[in-house]
Nanobody, 131 residues
Framework: RLVESGGGLVHPGESLRLSCTAS????????IAWFRQAPGKEREGVAC???????FYADSIKGRATIARDNDKNTVVLQLNSLKPEDAGVYFC???????????????????????????WGQGTQVTVSS
C-alpha cells in the first residue's frame, strides 16, 4: 500500500515536505506521481518521477517543488516551497508498476499526469495554506 504524510497547515511562503512510502513491494520499477485535489475541483497532477528518475512538474508548481525518490526506503518525497493558497488541497501519490504485464519504458513528460494509468493510491495528506 501507499501512505502519504507530511501535510499540514502553513502560511503563504512557507514550505512542506510530503512523503509517499510504499510497503510490501519493491519500488524500483514503479513510476510515481503526486496529484492534488482541492474541494470542488478535479484531481490534478503536480509532479512525477519515473523509475529512471526523470521528473516532470506542473507549470503551476514548477520552480517551487522538487520530487525525488529513495528506492532503498521505498519513498518518494515532494518538497514544496513558497506555498500559495492555491496550492492547498489533499495531496495523493499514485504508483504504477512498469514491469507489468511486460517491461515498459518509463513515463516521461505530461503523460505522467494521466490518472487512469496508476494502479495504487494512498489515502492522501491535507495541505492547507492560509494566513
Amino acid at each position: 500500500r501507499l501512505v502519504e504524510s507530511g501535510g499540514g497547515l502553513v502560511h503563504p511562503g512557507e514550505s512542506l515536505r510530503l512523503s509517499c512510502t510504499a510497503s510490501g513491494w519493491n519500488f524500483d520499477y514503479y513510476d510515481i506521481a503526486w496529484f492534488r485535489q482541492a474541494p470542488g475541483k478535479e484531481r490534478e497532477g503536480v509532479a512525477c518521477i519515473s523509475f529512471d528518475t526523470s521528473t516532470f512538474y506542473a507549470d503551476s508548481i514548477k520552480g517551487r517543488a522538487t520530487i525525488a525518490r529513495d528506492n532503498d526506503k521505498n519513498t518518494v518525497v515532494l518538497q514544496l516551497n513558497s506555498l500559495k493558497p492555491e496550492d492547498a488541497g489533499v495531496y495523493f501519490c499514485g504508483a504504477v508498476d512498469m514491469k507489468v504485464p511486460i517491461t515498459q519504458p518509463p513515463i516521461h513528460g505530461s503523460t505522467c499526469f494521466k490518472i487512469a494509468q496508476y494502479d495504487y493510491w494512498g489515502q492522501g495528506t491535507q495541505v492547507t495554506v492560509s494566513s
